[in-house]
C-alpha cells in the first residue's frame, strides 16, 4: 500500500504577519499598544520603540502607503484572532436540504411518513427538496403530479408553518419544489 506525502490542503490560507526584522519597508505608520495612532516614523526607529517596551512590531496592513504597523505582543494578537475566528464560527447557522422523494402512486402510510419527516427538518430549520419522479406511463399524467405535490405542501403547511423557497419545477420526467420554515 501506498502512502501519500502530500499535505492536505487548507480551505482558506492563513494570515502571514511581517514582525520585527522581517518587515521589509522603510517608514511605518505606527498604531500603539492601545491603538493610539503614533504616527510615520522609521521602521528603526519603531523597532526600537517596541523592544524598549517589551512588545513586538507587526505589520498589520502591508498594502498601505505607508505600511501600518501595530505594537503589541505577537502571540495576544494571534490569540485574539484565533478566538474571533471560534466567535463567528459558532455564531454561524448551517442550514441543510433535505431530500423527499415522492412518486405518483405512493401509498397513504407512506405518504404520511414522509410528512413527519418533512415537519421535523423544518422544525430542525432545514430547508426540505421534494422530488416527484414520473416513469413511463405515469408521465402523461402531469397533473396528477402536481396535486400531489401541492396536498403534501398543505399537509405540512397544516402543523408547520412553511414557504415556498422554490416554486414547483419541471425538468422531464420529474417535478421539484424546495420548502422551509417562516
Do not use: C
Not at 49 to 62: I, M
Not at 120 to 136: A, D
Amino acid at each position: 500500500m501506498r502512502i501519500s506525502r502530500k499535505r492536505p490542503k487548507s480551505s482558506k490560507p492563513q494570515k502571514r504577519y511581517n514582525k520585527n526584522t522581517y518587515i521589509r519597508s522603510e517608514e511605518l505608520r505606527i498604531i500603539g499598544e492601545n491603538g493610539e495612532n503614533l504616527g510615520v516614523m522609521s521602521t528603526q526607529k519603531a523597532l526600537d520603540l517596541t523592544a524598549e517596551q517589551g512588545l513586538d512590531l507587526v505589520e498589520v496592513s502591508p498594502l498601505a502607503n505607508p505600511p501600518v504597523a501595530k505594537i503589541v505582543s505577537f502571540s495576544k494578537l494571534k490569540y485574539e484572532e484565533d478566538k474571533q475566528k471560534r466567535k463567528e464560527k459558532a455564531n454561524r447557522k448551517i442550514t441543510e436540504t433535505k431530500v423527499i422523494r415522492l412518486s405518483v402512486r405512493i401509498g397513504e402510510h407512506d405518504f404520511q411518513t414522509r410528512i413527519n419527516q418533512a415537519q421535523k427538518f423544518i422544525k430542525e430549520g432545514n430547508k426540505v427538496k421534494i422530488e416527484l419522479r414520473l416513469r413511463g406511463r405515469e408521465r402523461q399524467h402531469k397533473d396528477l403530479a402536481r396535486t400531489n405535490l401541492q396536498k403534501f405542501i398543505d399537509t405540512v403547511n397544516q402543523t408547520v408553518e412553511v414557504k415556498m423557497e422554490q416554486e414547483i419545477k419541471i425538468m422531464g420526467g420529474q417535478f421539484s419544489t424546495v420548502i422551509s420554515g417562516k
